[in-house]
């Protein structure tokens, strides 16, 4: 596809749009988004004049986790190139997380795996009615290690121990029920509620947002070190090459039930 995977744009009041831009596959991320939404992070980094950022998906779903032909093209290749892409991913959800400017994601359709550590890295998650939620890794044989901080912090280590090993789907009211969205709204109101937050947002003063944030991370149970960090990446790099996650991604691409789960009678 020759569309940009990241579309972004700022407008006068200095509120920059971030849109995840494969509508195709339902915006599951793949390396070139990965880097298209870094890019984006870097210039929002480096532009003082960015006041807030809103986070949304072109299409019919918000994030459907990771592009699995992706993975499976990414999975044999050495121990290196596999960290490199965990760790890229990894800087995605933390840079975003760590954002001096409030942050506000706007939730349609699905948002699955990376797709939910993404908006429990965000400061105001609002969903439409028809949002469906889950934490999928384990069902292909890998598992959630980069993303597990900010879920914590979001809904809770007793619901991520739900979640994370059920990989079950929930909807918008669950979702707002264990704090994974602060609110939901009917599909066709979605963007004029992330309008009239971004509104608020613009009456604070910038510093004192950017100090209150910076507070809040400092105590959050989800806060860790760069070593930490590390190890999760290493450990989400590792799950991909296991044989486990071999057969998880060969059931995915041939539309069949994993050799784990039981037989159906």
Same mark, same amino acid.
């Given at each position: ?21 494969? =509508? ?19 210039? &929002? ?25 992706? +993975?499976?093209?990414?999975? =044999?290749?050495?121990?290196? &190139? ?19 400017? =409030? ?15 993404? +908006? ?5 998650? +609002?969903?439409?009615?028809?949002? +469906? ?15 597990? =901080?900010?879920?914590? /912090?979001? &809904? ?38 992330? /309008? ?14 950017? !100090?209150?944030?910076?507070? &809040? ?38 539309? !069949? ?9």
């Amino acid at each position: 596809m020759s569309e940009q995977p990241v579309l972004s744009s700022k407008d006068a009041r200095g509120v920059v749009t971030v849109t995840l831009n494969r =509508p195709h596959v339902n915006n599951a991320y793949n390396g070139e988004l990965i880097d298209g939404v870094l890019a984006g992070l870097s210039a &929002i980094e480096a532009d003082k004049s960015v006041r807030a950022v809103v986070l949304k998906g072109n299409g019919r779903h918000f994030q459907a986790g990771a592009d699995l032909k992706w +993975i499976n093209s990414v999975r =044999p290749q050495s121990p290196e &190139i596999n960290l490199a892409a965990s760790r890229a991913t990894a800087d995605v959800v933390d840079r975003l997380n760590r954002l001096p400017v =409030p942050v506000v994601a706007l939730v349609q359709g699905g948002c699955f795996g990376g797709g939910t550590g993404v +908006i429990s890295a965000c400061d105001i998650v +609002i969903a439409a009615d028809n949002a +469906i939620f889950s934490i999928t890794e384990v069902r292909w044989g890998l598992h959630a290690a980069i993303i597990v =901080p900010q879920l914590v /912090d979001a &809904i809770g280590v007793r619901q991520v121990r739900r979640y994370a090993l059920t990989g079950e789907r929930f909807d918008a009211e669950e979702a707002r029920r264990i704090g994974l969205v602060h609110d939901v709204v009917p599909l066709a109101e979605l963007g004029a509620r992330g /309008d009239a937050l971004v509104a608020q947002i613009l009456e604070n003063g910038p510093a004192a947002m950017a !100090r209150t944030k910076q507070h &809040i991370l400092e105590h959050a149970e989800g806060g860790f070190d760069r070593a930490t960090l590390d190890r999760l990446i290493e450990s989400h790099a590792g799950a991909r090459q296991t044989q486990e996650a071999a057969e998880g991604l060969a059931s995915f691409a041939e539309k !069949r039930s994993a050799s784990w789960a039981p037989k159906k009678a």
